[in-house]
């Protein structure tokens, strides 16, 4: 086996993020279990991990039919002192179906970059080719989000794992699945726990390396996040009344319904969230689609919408609220609309109730109250034979959200039309320091001084932002206002507690805090994905390892 001094120089840092990156590691597939074996296999080319191979551990994704797991190493700098760091990566990469005809070198970042500088130059855009021509940016899928913080972490974790006497610990954490539902943070959340009384662990802080975002468009700014954004999705079925297409005005198109939702909702600045000068990214659609299998002249009456809201500070309660009062305005907009039309085409003629009526607005927790006390036991097994058929289609956790929606829906198909407000997984918590605690006002201090080394030895302006915009695991280090969240979830979310298993109390017991520090690059998630090599394999490569000491000491 080969034995390494440490990787923490820029070019063997380098070197790792070709090597990690080169595991086709994409959120949902078998290279999410190769990468997890290879991340193995580099912990055991440190050698106090081949002296302690117990301690390179895989902490298993429960009931997981890709048997994905995460990874977590332990150095126990000082095995008299419980104080612990943990530094938090995820593994898992998007697909690369968006670099089109450069697809098979999208894991391969120097030929990638290679071949872009010689071949590809059309496939990007000003800014980029200004990049790649600079020498300064390493391009590939994964390379900022987020295999280069993973690797710095690997590096720090490799050089101080040979320093005598180390005042504490460090715990390393790879998840998979943060690309999609986190399950990988949800299996490490319990490990967390159990490995905190195994080993008398007093964990002080949580630094994940997730990329820097920008905070406005053209912002170039590199920071610290003390926290991270939130995250629901509400999902709006829209039940309309079929009707042929030659006589448009005797139903009432679901289809219409959602385009009134989304007029209304996307970037709507009701939704904005203001803390501490921050503000939380509005409100955009993921999906909306009609449930029609096949073409007809029948109009649809049955579409939904899917939205993005993240939040920094408001409750699901209140998110809930806000969607049912959207939801209200848009009722009222198609109702007006429709006897508008119906005076316009049928002049003289009255429109009967029957036919244009004000759609009313239900959350989940409504009508499935309404349906328990109607129908009794044959409504909840209606609904659990529905979950069954779903899963049986390999439906994922929003495909099935809509399929409950729709068989719930069908039981009041009488008083269409109608919109159903309900949340569909994933659900994050925001994350944030809480300056009232004597312990996390000292790790504010730890970042103040972060920030002065990187002025002093390097001459970075580092800026520091309360809340990571791109979603993170740290979400489930800890929660706030527990009581309220699973109480509103528990009623709105169908498949809460069932098919979606957040481990809420490990996590209340967890209440870890956590900063982010990690590389900067640009175009995450897209063909132009890219990372800047200076600021990752020099700069912040020392600021994890003085963000450790500092917190430690």
């Not at 840092?13 to 296999?41: C, D, H, K, Q, Y």
């Not at 219409?256 to 000068?277: H, P, T, Y």
Request: contains cysteine.
């Amino acid at each position: 086996m080969q034995q390494i001094q440490h990787w923490n120089e820029p070019e063997a840092i380098r070197r790792l993020i070709n090597r990690l990156v080169e595991v086709p590691s994409i959120s949902g597939t078998a290279g999410e279990t190769l990468m997890a074996e290879e991340i193995v296999r580099i912990l055991r080319e440190i050698p106090y991990f081949q002296e302690h191979p117990e301690l390179v551990m895989s902490v298993p994704v429960p009931d997981d039919p890709l048997n994905r797991t995460a990874v977590a190493a332990l150095y126990r700098g000082n095995p008299a002192s419980g104080k612990t760091i943990v530094l938090l990566s995820h593994f898992d990469v998007v697909g690369v179906d968006d670099f089109g005809y450069m697809r098979e070198h999208a894991f391969h970042p120097e030929r990638l970059t290679e071949k872009l500088r010689q071949e590809f130059r059309d496939a990007l855009d000003d800014e980029a080719r200004a990049d790649l021509d600079s020498g300064s940016y390493l391009f590939g899928r994964g390379v900022m989000d987020m295999k280069a913080g993973l690797a710095v972490q690997l590096a720090v974790l490799s050089e101080l794992a040979q320093t005598a006497q180390f005042p504490g610990n460090i715990l390393l954490l790879a998840t998979p699945d943060e690309e999609k539902s986190s399950k990988g943070m949800f299996a490490a959340v319990p490990f967390l726990n159990r490995l905190k009384q195994e080993y008398g662990l007093d964990y002080q802080l949580c630094i994940c390396s997730e990329p820097n975002f920008s905070a406005f468009p053209g912002d170039r700014s590199k920071y610290i996040y003390t926290g991270s954004v939130g995250k629901l999705l509400p999902l709006i079925l829209c039940v309309g009344k079929e009707t042929h297409a030659g006589e448009p005005l005797e139903g009432i198109n679901a289809a219409w319904m959602a385009a009134e939702i989304i007029k209304r909702m996307e970037l709507s600045s009701r939704f904005v969230d203001r803390v501490n000068g921050e503000q939380n990214p509005p409100p955009t659609c993921l999906k909306m689609s009609d449930l029609k299998t096949q073409y007809d002249v029948q109009t649809p009456n049955l579409a939904y919408v899917l939205y993005n809201v993240l939040t920094l500070s408001q409750t699901p309660h209140e998110v809930l609220e806000k969607v049912k009062q959207v939801a209200a305005e848009a009722a009222e907009s198609v109702y007006q609309e429709r006897l508008r039309k119906y005076d316009m085409h049928y002049q003289g003629v009255p429109a009967r109730s029957n036919q244009v009526s004000l759609p009313a607005v239900y959350d989940y927790s409504e009508l499935y109250r309404r349906g328990s006390e109607q129908f009794g036991p044959s409504f909840v097994e209606a609904l659990n034979r529905e979950l069954e058929e779903g899963k049986k289609a390999n439906l994922d956790s929003q495909g099935l959200s809509v399929r409950i929606a729709a068989k719930l829906s069908s039981f009041f198909i009488e008083e269409a039309p109608f919109y159903l407000i309900m949340f569909a997984p994933p659900y994050y918590p925001h994350v944030y320091l809480d300056t009232q605690s004597p312990d996390e006002q000292k790790l504010l201090a730890v970042i103040e001084q972060i920030k002065q080394d990187a002025a002093s030895l390097f001459g970075e302006t580092v800026r520091v932002q309360h809340f990571f915009t791109g979603l993170s695991d740290v979400s489930y280090c800890r929660i706030y206002q527990p009581d309220k969240v699973v109480s509103t979830l528990q009623r709105n979310m169908p498949l809460w507690g069932t098919e979606y298993k957040i481990p809420i109390e490990e996590i209340i017991a967890l209440n870890l805090p956590t900063i982010n520090l990690g590389p900067f690059g640009k175009d995450a998630h897209k063909h132009s994905e890219r990372l800047e090599l200076h600021y990752t394999t020099r700069v912040v490569p020392h600021l994890l390892k003085r963000a450790i000491q500092y917190a430690l000491n």
